[in-house]
């Protein structure tokens, strides 16, 4: 039998895809609409290459239309700043996406500012960040909507609680600090500079490991019952063999912690269904509709 105490993202990310694929069902059939999310890969970079089939896969699944586009790594900024500009305009792209990181003669900013908000389903640009802060309804970056429906899911309401974000990246830290905000959670948001860092994470019933370090976290700066959510995907060597490890030291976590998600299968599936839930939204805003429920 499995541990209750470890969060099945990917049972959890499973169940999100399938109520994805009822809705899409729903709107093709109620409006005629069909989701679509256009991802574009510049250059060749092998882990990219990965993430962007396993998206193409999971939204032919879902029943959306997928599609993918791939330029050159020699591709100039100009060129990539077109394709995203003719996205904009294509009604049938709902959701565009630019696979990061871009090459350096791209200005990964400058494009997905440059992405029109309403297809920003990385939730990345300024506008959906600034949305976010201020607590209004934009789109949110998927890793931190995923981390939400996870610790939601396991704990109902979370206002009160102490959380502790580990790492202020814009795509991870600093979108999760807003969203826990929102849930009227007393929020700490820690980073290189912080001292002392284990005891900031033992006031933490509620701790986002987001760092890129492998097991950093140990298992003695968990507060005992705290929910852990590990963001990090670190490859390491280990017994001649490769494996994934996350940013918290798992085995020692889970002496003390209610619940943790494991790495991999706890955050990284959700990402990808996240990603068809802003897909989804995105389409239904630009038709105005309501997102179906069931
Ligand atoms: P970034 O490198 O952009 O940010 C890392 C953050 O960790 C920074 O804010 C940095 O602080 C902080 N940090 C670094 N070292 C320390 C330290 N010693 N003590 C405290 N804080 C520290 O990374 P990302 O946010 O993009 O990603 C974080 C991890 O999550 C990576 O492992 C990445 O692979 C993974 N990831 C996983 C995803 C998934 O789908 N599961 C999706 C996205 C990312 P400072 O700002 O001071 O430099």
């Known amino acids: 039998m499995t541990d209750p105490r470890i969060i099945d993202g990917k049972a959890f990310a499973a169940g999100v895809r399938a109520r994805v694929g009822r809705q899409v069902a729903a709107l093709k059939e109620k409006h005629g609409i ?11 970079d092998p882990a990219s290459q990965v993430y962007v089939r396993n998206k193409g896969r999971a939204t032919h699944e879902a029943g959306m239309r997928g599609e993918e586009i791939r330029l050159p790594a020699t591709a100039s900024h100009g060129e990539v700043l077109a ?3 003719a996205l904009n305009r294509d009604p049938a792209v709902h959701g565009i996406l630019v696979q990061l990181p871009l090459p350096k003669q791209v200005d990964a900013s400058a494009i997905i500012n440059e992405i029109e908000p309403a297809k920003d389903v990385d939730g990345f640009h300024v506008i959906n960040a600034g949305l976010l802060a201020t607590g209004q309804d934009g789109l949110v970056s998927c890793t931190p909507l995923g981390c939400l429906f996870l610790l939601k899911d396991r704990l109902g309401d979370l206002a009160g609680l102490n959380a502790v974000v580990v790492g202020r990246s814009n795509i ?3 979108p999760m600090a807003q969203l826990l905000i929102k849930e009227s959670c007393t929020v700490t948001v820690a980073h290189s500079r912080t001292r002392d860092l284990p005891a900031v994470c033992r006031r933490a019933d509620i701790l986002v490991a987001a760092i890129g370090k492998p097991e950093m976290i140990k298992g003695d700066w968990v507060k005992p019952g705290a929910t852990v959510i590990d963001v990090g995907i670190n490859r390491v060597e280990r017994d001649g063999k490769t494996r994934l490890v996350g940013d918290v030291d798992f085995a020692g976590a889970l002496a003390r912690a209610a619940a943790i998600t494991p790495v991999p299968g706890g955050v990284g599936p959700m990402t990808i ?3 068809l839930v802003n897909t989804v939204t995105a389409a239904c805003r630009q038709h105005g509709v309501p997102v179906p429920q069931e």
């Open 273 to 275: 269904a996240c990603l």
């Open 83 to 85: 394709r995203v500009k």
């Open 172 to 174: 991870v830290g600093k």
């Open 34 to 44: 069909t989701p679509g999310l256009t991802v574009l890969l510049v250059g060749e």
